[in-house]
């Protein structure tokens, strides 16, 4: 069975020097992935060379496993989420994210998808990545950097990618970063079942009955009360157990209101 892990590819397009490849097997294989592929090397056999070599440091299985590929699109083909490094705002192209959300999203998709295969791409440390390279990812990712000063090298880019990545399949894999109990795990918890869309406009139907019950909202004049509402539900993320429960206290707004009014 092949493991989330195994199933994300790290891609330098264009490296021209050896140490940056070295250091970049060194840092996905620190974090337990393998898959490290080269896009168009400025220098042929670049993986296999000293300095490629020597700052690996027991990376080698990643060097010599290396995908070559002489276009980007040939190297994304397989891939069904790509994210695209880079340092710089763009006007035009895909979706922002940063590192954090990237590797969110990643975990989320390998979960999904089983068949699923998630890239990250990175440029040259001269230009970075091409508005070209770009519009074949699904998502730009930025590295939160000090903006007075937020270039990073190649490899420790990857190594942060990498580790943000690892941090997020820690929860879905073997590889704890710590104990997690099986019996309260949300994932395994029937009711953390996410409200559909349907069931929220029911409860905000059933709630604004419930506050005209209680006079505390006036449908002559009712302002934006169910909108403000509508919204702090939509934040909230409401599962179908809290509706279930705010479905309950609006059922007996209405008895109440109308029980008080039967005394009257």
């Given at each position: 069975?092949?493991?989330?892990?195994?199933?994300?590819?790290?891609?330098?397009?264009?490296?021209?020097?050896?140490?940056?490849?070295?250091?970049?097997?060194?840092?996905?294989?620190?974090?337990?992935?393998?898959?490290?592929?080269?896009?168009?090397?400025?220098?042929?056999?670049?993986?296999?060379?000293?300095?490629?070599?020597?700052?690996?440091?027991?990376?080698?299985?990643?060097?010599?496993?290396?995908?070559?590929?002489?276009?980007?699109?040939?190297?994304?083909?397989?891939?069904?989420?790509?994210?695209?490094?880079?340092?710089?705002?763009?006007?035009?192209?895909?979706?922002?994210?940063?590192?954090?959300?990237?590797?969110?999203?990643?975990?989320?998709?390998?979960?999904?998808?089983?068949?699923?295969?998630?890239?990250?791409?990175?440029?040259?440390?001269?230009?970075?990545?091409?508005?070209?390279?770009?519009?074949?990812?699904?998502?730009?990712?930025?590295?939160?950097?000090?903006?007075?000063?937020?270039?990073?090298?190649?490899?420790?880019?990857?190594?942060l990618a990498a580790w943000e990545i690892r941090y997020a399949l820690t929860n879905e894999t073997t590889h704890s970063a710590l104990p997690v109990k099986p019996d309260v795990s949300e994932h395994k918890d029937p009711g953390r079942?996410?409200?559909?869309?349907?069931?929220?406009?029911?409860?905000?139907?059933?709630?604004?009955?419930?506050?005209?019950?209680?006079?505390?909202?006036?449908?002559?004049?009712?302002?934006?009360?169910?909108?403000?509402?509508?919204?702090?539900?939509?934040?909230?993320?409401?599962?179908?157990?809290?509706?279930?429960?705010?479905r309950g206290v609006c059922t007996a707004m209405i008895k109440t209101a109308s029980h008080n009014a039967s005394q009257k």
């Open positions: 069975m092949v493991s989330d892990f195994q199933r994300v590819r790290f891609v330098m397009t264009e490296p021209s020097h050896p140490g940056n490849v070295g250091s970049a097997a060194r840092a996905i294989k620190t974090m337990g992935f393998q898959e490290l592929v080269l896009v168009n090397p400025k220098i042929g056999q670049i993986s296999i060379q000293p300095e490629a070599v020597a700052l690996a440091s027991g990376a080698s299985d990643v060097l010599e496993n290396a995908g070559i590929y002489k276009q980007l699109g040939d190297a994304l083909a397989p891939v069904t989420l790509s994210f695209a490094l880079t340092a710089r705002s763009r006007d035009l192209g895909p979706p922002a994210c940063d590192i954090r959300q990237a590797a969110i999203l990643a975990k989320k998709h390998l979960v999904e998808h089983p068949e699923g295969i998630v890239a990250m791409v990175f440029g040259t440390e001269r230009s970075g990545l091409t508005n070209e390279h770009i519009d074949l990812c699904h998502r730009v990712c930025h590295i939160p950097a000090n903006p007075e000063y937020s270039s990073l090298n190649v490899s420790q880019a990857m190594q079942k996410p409200a559909t869309s349907d069931a929220i406009q029911a409860l905000l139907a059933h709630l604004e009955q419930a506050l005209i019950e209680v006079q505390f909202l006036d449908p002559e004049h009712p302002k934006k009360l169910m909108p403000r509402m509508r919204h702090l539900f939509n934040r909230l993320a409401l599962t179908q157990d809290e509706v279930d429960m705010w």
